[in-house]
């Protein structure tokens, strides 16, 4: 019960949070950057006098025997689908928020904007054995109620205990980054931007990049990589012991040493090359999101940047 009050009231201070940061500025800065895939195909009909013969739809004219055209329809709603990870690794933090509370800031402050626009926005989490379906999917929405939910889920989502967690084997497989992309791929029919949110810890190998450029290919992609600083570079602060959250056990490391902390360094940089390489090959952009610094600022110059390298259009 007690953990149910502390979980309502993060999601209410984050939910007021973010609807003051999304303001005037940052709602400009999003319309002009995001505007919606404009022409939407609407149907195909006879030709008629005075029609354009450039809209001429030759397959159908040649299979019916008579003049057809293409009719488009202006549709200038931005879908967003925002994918969140719910692994145990974003709840590290050494600031005031952890990585996940950052994460959720941030899907927050991208609903509320949206939100002033009427955008729909949906939300998949991955990374977690869910004992329900309820966390893992939150259905497209607009307005504060639908911001409301988001935050609750995207702060609630986490693998379950041990003996939930048992449970949730048995009803289905750990629902994984590269699944998700793949059934995002699958199902998302119109163009979409899809922003995804993680800390990319844990993605081993190269087998997820062939879903994320097939996503890329159709869709506007935004990879959002939370990160705390410790994870960047070690401070000089003698023993200190980690708990792996992903593997589990508890790891002992001298952080007095110059090469340790150089090779930590190393391999966090190692790591952010991979992934905005990853993002380069699927057409996508890489939001560098600071746990320990506000969300506002990196997500507004990703919006004005987008504006002016690419004059806003998708």
Same mark, same amino acid.
């Given at each position: 019960m007690e953990r149910a009050a502390l979980l309502r009231s993060r999601v209410r201070q984050l939910e007021l949070r973010t609807r003051r940061l999304a303001s005037d500025a940052l709602a400009g800065a999003y319309?002009?950057?995001?505007?919606?895939?404009?022409?939407?195909?609407d149907e195909v009909r006879p030709y008629l006098a005075g029609d354009d013969v450039r809209t001429i739809d030759w397959n159908v004219t040649a299979r019916t025997g008579e003049p057809h055209i293409k009719r488009?329809?202006?549709? *200038?709603?931005?879908?967003?689908? %925002?994918?969140?990870?719910?692994?145990?690794?974003?709840?590290?933090?050494?600031?005031?928020?952890?990585? *996940?509370?950052?994460?959720?800031? %941030?899907v927050g402050l991208i609903a509320a904007t949206a939100a002033k626009q009427r955008d729909p926005v949906a939300l998949e989490l991955f990374g977690a054995r869910l004992a329900s379906g309820e966390l893992g999917h939150v259905a497209p929405g607009q307005g504060g109620p639908h911001v409301l939910r988001l935050l609750r889920a995207a702060l609630e989502a986490r693998e379950t205990s041990d003996v939930a967690q048992a449970d949730a084997v048995a009803r289905g497989p750990r629902l994984g980054f590269e699944h998700t992309l793949e059934e995002l791929a699958r199902v998302l029919r119109r163009r979409s931007l899809v922003v995804l949110i993680s800390d990319f810890e844990d993605l081993v190998g190269e087998s997820w990049r062939p879903a994320l450029e097939r996503l890329g290919a159709r869709h506007d992609l935004v990879l959002a990589r939370v990160f705390d600083p410790f994870e960047e570079d070690l401070p000089d602060a003698g023993v200190v012991r980690l708990c792996d959250r992903e593997e589990g056990g508890v790891h002992e490391i001298d952080t007095s040493s110059r090469r340790v902390r150089a090779l930590w360094h190393e391999r966090a940089r190692e790591r952010r090359e991979r992934l905005v390489a990853a993002a380069a090959h699927a057409r996508g952009e890489v939001l560098e999101i600071d746990a320990s610094r506000p969300v506002l600022e990196p997500l507004l110059n990703l919006f004005q940047r987008r504006v002016r390298q690419r004059g806003g259009r998708l």
């Open positions: 319309r002009s950057s995001f505007r919606g895939s404009g022409i939407e195909f488009f329809a202006e549709d *200038r709603q931005l879908r967003l689908h %925002l994918v969140l990870d719910a692994s145990p690794s974003m709840d590290f933090g050494t600031g005031e928020l952890t990585k *996940r509370e950052a994460a959720a800031e %941030l």
